[in-house]
C-alpha cells in the first residue's frame, strides 16, 4: 500500500497551466454524460402529471413508471466498470450516446405505458454508464492539483442539464397553451418534453470522437506510446512520461483486474472503504434531493400553486443548484471535501425541517397559508443550495478519488449503483408518501441530512491533493 507521505513523482505532482484549457475540454466533454443524466432526471418533472391524466393510473404506478429509469441506472452504473476495462472509457461514452438518443425517440413516441417504462428503462442504463464513466475517466486524465474542480465537471453538467430542461419544459409548456398535453409539433407537449433530449445525445456522441482514451487504460492494453501522448496533452512536456507509465504500471501491475471479487472481505460482505462509498452513495439521495427534481411542479402544485408558476418555481430551484455547484468547484480543492460535506449537511438539515414544519399546517383554499407558503419555496430553495455546495459534487469527487486503484473501477460501480437504488426507493416512495403524510416525508429526510454529519466524521477521509496511486 502506497504511503500518503511518500515523495510522488514531479508528473504526478506539477499542475501544467499551459495545457489546462486542453483538460478542460477533455473534461467537460467526458461531462456532457452527466449533462444528459441531469436533463433526463428532470425532464420527467414536466411529463408526470400529464401521464397520470393520459393513462388514468394512480400515485403508486405513476411513481413505478417515474422511478423504473432508475432500476437501468442500477444495472448500467454496476456493468459499466467491467464494459470500460474491456473495450475503453471512450467506447463506453459512445455506446451511452445510442442509447440516450433511442430513449429519446421512444419516449416521445410511445403506443403505451409499458413501453414508456421500457424506453425509460433503456435511457436509465445509459445514465448509469454514464455516471460510473465521467467520474473515473476525468479522475484519469487530471492533472491531481486540478483533479477536484474537474471532477466537479460531472456535477455542474448534470444542474445544467437539470436547469436546461426545466427552462425547456417551461417554454414548451407555454407555447401549448399552460397545458402539458396541449398540442405541441403534432404531439402532446409532454412527449416533445421527453424527445428534445434526441439534441444532446448525439452531440455526447459527437464530442466522444474529440477525447483521448484514458492513459490508465490504454497502459492495460499495452498502447505505452500512445498512453505517453495523452499524457503529454494534460500534464505539459515537462513530464518525465517514462517515469509516469512506469509509475501508472506498478501501480497497476501491484494489483489485479478491478472486479467484483476483489471488494469482497471484512466482517460485513464487502471491505470498509466499499461500504463507506456505499454510504456516501445512500446518504446523497436519502436526503430527498431528486424529489425537488422529479416531482416538484407536481409538490408545489400540490399545495396550490398554477402549473405555470410550479414549472417556474422549479427553474428558479434549478439556477440556485448551479450557483451551489459553483461554489463547491471553487472550494473543493481549497477548503477540501470532507468540511464542505459537513457544512452542506447542516444547512440541509436546517432547510429541510423548515420545509417539514411548513407542510405540516391545513391547506386553505386548496393553499398553504401565506407564511408557510413563502417559508417552504424559501427552505426549499435553502436545501438545494446547500446540497449543491457540498453533497452534490464531493460525493462524486470522492468516488472518483477514494477506493485504491485495485479495485477502483469495480467499487465505484458498486457505490453508483447503490446511489440509483437508493434514488430509486426515494423516487418510487415518494408520491404514496406525500398521499399519506408530506410533512412526515420532509421529517424523515431531515433525519438522514442530520445521520450524514456523525457518518462523515467518523468514517470519511479527506482525498484533497493526493495522486491516484496513493490511495490504499
Not at 500512445?226 to 503529454?232: D, F, S
Request: contains cysteine.
Amino acid at each position: 500500500m502506497a504511503s500518503t507521505s511518500q515523495a510522488p513523482s514531479p508528473g504526478a505532482r506539477t499542475a501544467h497551466p499551459d495545457h489546462l484549457g486542453h483538460v478542460v475540454f477533455i473534461a467537460a466533454a467526458a461531462a456532457m454524460g452527466g449533462f444528459l443524466f441531469g436533463y433526463d432526471s428532470s425532464v420527467i418533472n414536466g411529463a408526470v402529471e400529464a401521464i397520470r391524466d393520459r393513462y388514468d393510473v394512480g400515485s403508486a404506478v405513476l411513481a413505478q413508471v417515474i422511478a423504473v429509469a432508475l432500476i437501468g441506472c442500477a444495472i448500467g452504473a454496476a456493468t459499466a466498470g467491467r464494459i470500460a476495462d474491456r473495450i475503453g472509457r471512450i467506447r463506453c461514452m459512445q455506446i451511452a450516446a445510442v442509447l440516450f438518443t433511442i430513449s429519446a425517440v421512444g419516449s416521445a413516441l410511445p403506443f403505451a405505458l409499458w413501453d414508456l417504462a421500457m424506453w425509460r428503462i433503456i435511457g436509465g442504463f445509459a445514465i448509469g454508464m454514464a455516471s460510473v464513466i465521467g467520474p473515473a475517466y476525468i479522475a484519469e486524465v487530471s492533472p491531481p492539483a486540478y483533479r477536484g474542480r474537474l471532477g466537479s465537471f460531472q456535477q455542474a453538467a448534470i444542474v445544467i442539464g437539470i436547469a436546461v430542461s426545466q427552462l425547456v419544459n417551461w417554454g414548451l409548456l407555454n407555447a401549448a397553451g399552460g397545458d402539458q398535453r396541449g398540442e405541441l409539433m403534432g404531439l402532446e407537449a409532454w412527449q416533445v418534453m421527453l424527445g428534445v433530449m434526441v439534441i444532446p445525445a448525439v452531440l455526447y456522441g459527437l464530442l466522444s470522437f474529440a477525447i483521448p482514451e484514458s492513459p490508465r487504460f490504454l497502459i492495460s492494453v499495452g498502447k505505452h506510446e500512445r498512453a505517453k501522448e495523452i499524457l503529454e496533452e494534460v500534464e505539459g512536456k515537462d513530464t518525465d512520461f517514462d517515469a509516469r507509465v512506469a509509475e501508472i504500471e506498478h501501480a497497476m501491475h501491484r494489483e489485479e483486474k478491478s472486479s467484483f471479487k476483489d471488494l469482497l472481505g471484512g466482517s460485513f460482505f464487502f471491505k470498509p472503504i466499499v461500504w463507506i462509498g456505499i454510504g456516501l452513495s445512500v446518504f446523497q439521495q436519502f436526503v430527498g434531493i431528486n424529489v425537488a427534481f422529479y416531482y416538484s411542479s407536481t409538490l408545489w402544485q400540490s399545495v396550490g400553486v398554477d402549473p405555470t408558476q410550479s414549472f417556474f418555481y422549479s427553474f428558479t430551484t434549478s439556477i440556485i443548484n448551479i450557483v451551489g455547484t459553483v461554489i463547491a468547484m471553487i472550494f473543493v480543492d481549497r477548503v477540501g471535501r470532507k468540511p464542505l460535506a459537513l457544512i452542506g449537511s447542516v444547512g440541509m438539515v436546517i432547510g429541510l425541517a423548515l420545509e417539514a414544519w411548513a407542510f405540516s399546517f391545513d391547506l386553505v383554499d386548496g393553499k398553504l397559508p401565506a407564511t408557510q407558503g413563502w417559508v417552504a419555496l424559501i427552505a426549499a430553495h435553502v436545501f438545494v443550495l446547500f446540497f449543491a455546495l457540498s453533497w452534490g459534487v464531493v460525493v462524486w469527487v470522492f468516488l472518483g478519488e477514494m477506493f485504491p486503484n485495485r479495485i477502483r473501477a469495480a467499487a465505484l460501480g458498486v457505490a453508483a449503483s447503490a446511489q440509483w437504488i437508493a434514488n430509486w426507493a426515494i423516487t418510487a416512495s415518494f408520491p404514496s408518501l406525500a398521499d399519506w403524510n408530506l410533512s412526515g416525508t420532509y421529517v424523515i429526510y431531515t433525519i438522514f441530512a442530520a445521520l450524514s454529519i456523525p457518518f462523515v466524521l467518523k468514517f470519511v477521509k479527506e482525498t484533497k491533493g493526493k495522486a491516484l496511486e496513493e490511495m490504499g
